[in-house]
């Protein structure tokens, strides 16, 4: 049980577009979902949480603007980087979780590759 | 600011060998604990986690991890490790009745047979 799906794994675009990344719980509700960056050999970096029918949390120094987050139903969750450039290339991780304190539950991340 | 410390980046072992990865973290109040794992090509996966109660936590595939809180430890322990034990290792904290996850850096560990 516990499974986060997140779509796709991979992409490769153009500087300028606009790159939608989702990510859903498969057999639980999540009332809260999270976004992750990963920097080569660094740590997961938070970037913001998303509660279900409310507005996205955004961790300090991350543009709300750049990274528009959704979170619709209990199930789904999208990122969408828009006017991606080359320095917005990265690892993006989703995580999930039933309540507080429970453990959060990661997608297989999408490698986001800018040109 | 809170932050989560693992000193060993990179630790290679053989089959069989006891291993230990450090992990060390900074805030004076009450925290949960976890310890992730990344098999290669996989999603991070929890392996144990600490909330409260006895120290000495453990998780799945034999591992475990005990909670110093006069170190501000959290180590994870394996007396035998395995080549399929090869994988990234992540170290979190929340700050507690928090959903903040935070993270150290990771340890590579890699076993030849």
């Known amino acids: 049980g516990a499974v986060v799906s997140q779509h796709p794994s991979r992409v490769i675009c153009k500087s300028g577009t606009s790159v939608k990344i989702e990510c859903r719980s498969l057999?639980?509700?999540?009332?809260?979902m999270f976004w992750y960056r990963q920097f080569p050999k660094k740590s997961l970096m938070l970037m913001a949480t998303s509660n279900e029918g409310s507005k996205a949390t955004y961790e300090q120094g991350v543009e709300k603007d750049k990274f528009l987050i959704n979170h619709a139903s209990l199930t789904l969750s999208t990122l969408t980087v828009t006017s991606a450039h080359p320095e917005d290339s990265s690892f993006y991780i989703c995580s999930a979780r039933k309540e507080v304190n429970q453990p959060q539950h990661f997608g297989d991340g999408t490698r986001l590759s800018i040109l | 600011a809170q932050s989560v410390s693992q000193h060993n980046h990179h630790v290679i072992l053989s089959e069989a060998a006891s291993l230990e990865l450090g992990c060390n973290y900074s805030y004076g109040g009450t925290v949960n604990l976890f310890w992730y794992v990344q098999y290669p090509g996989q999603h991070l996966q929890l392996l144990l986690k600490y909330f409260s109660g006895d120290p000495l936590v453990k998780g799945i595939k034999g591992f475990e991890a005990e909670f110093i809180k006069s170190k501000f430890s959290f180590n994870l322990r394996k007396p035998s490790v395995q080549w399929s034990d090869t994988a990234e290792y992540f170290c979190?904290?929340?700050?507690?009745?928090?959903?903040?996850?935070?993270f150290g850096t990771g340890t590579r560990l890699q076993v030849f047979p």
């Open positions: 979190a904290v929340t700050l507690y009745n928090t959903d903040k996850l935070i």
């Open positions: 057999d639980f509700q999540a009332t809260t």
